[in-house]
């Protein structure tokens, strides 16, 4: 039997995006929205001058899968760099793709279940391209 797609750690990581706020002043900047379901997220990092994630900031529409992917991202981003962030994302397509193994992302197992909902997948996956496109500038809709 699978585990339920709605859970109570889901559900706890999702309202967790509530610790994680947006600064007033921006740093490095982006705004997404994932076409399919229309969810979208603001993502502000902080980051030193070695390149690694000092801080992270969110603003989350998204059901409470995008939501959890958006607070394990702020959890446990910094003292990572963009690369690391950028090879976390592909891992995490290529396995809800049926490819590869879980992403080695800390909480990420929480997600499994959602493999099997398609449709989730571009929320879940959201919060790593908007840090990423903010890393790289891509201040898309800020």
Known sequence: ???????????????ATADYPLPAEARRRASLR??????RIIVDVGSDAAGRVTAVGLHVEACALGQASA?????HAPGRSVAEIRAARDAIALWFGGEGEAPDWPGFELLAP??????????ILLPFDAAVAAFEG???GA
């Open 138 to 140: 891509a201040n898309v």
């Open 71 to 75: 607070a394990l991202l702020a959890r």
């Open 1 to 15: 039997m699978s585990a339920p797609l709605y859970n109570r750690d889901i559900l706890a990581l999702a309202v």
């Open 114 to 123: 959602a493999r099997d909902y398609p449709a989730r997948h571009g929320a």
């Open 34 to 39: 994932a076409p399919l379901c229309g969810s």
